[in-house]
């Protein structure tokens, strides 16, 4: 059993855990404190809805869109 210290800012540094690893944790009746780790939660697809402006027909979506996105996009259109 590995032992951890936490110093004077409540921080415990875990070996074996890459940098920004987030977890839950829970304390049980006895004290003991069970850390588990978080996934990621998988991204939605982006709500599109077309409309006209100016008389041409335009796509808004409610998430920000790279230019990268636009021409990934554009690369797979026939």
Not at 7 to 36: M, N, S
Not at 37 to 47: G, I, M, W
């Amino acid at each position: 059993m590995k032992t951890l210290t936490v110093d004077d800012y409540q921080r415990i540094r875990l070996p074996d855990v890459e940098p920004r690893t987030k977890f839950a944790y829970a304390k049980d009746v006895h004290g003991r404190i069970t850390l588990t780790k978080l996934e990621p939660a998988p991204s939605r697809p982006a709500k599109v809805r077309f409309i006209k402006k100016n008389g041409y027909t335009v796509a808004t979506t409610d998430q920000p869109i790279s230019m990268e996105a636009i021409k990934a996009a554009l690369a797979e259109f026939p």
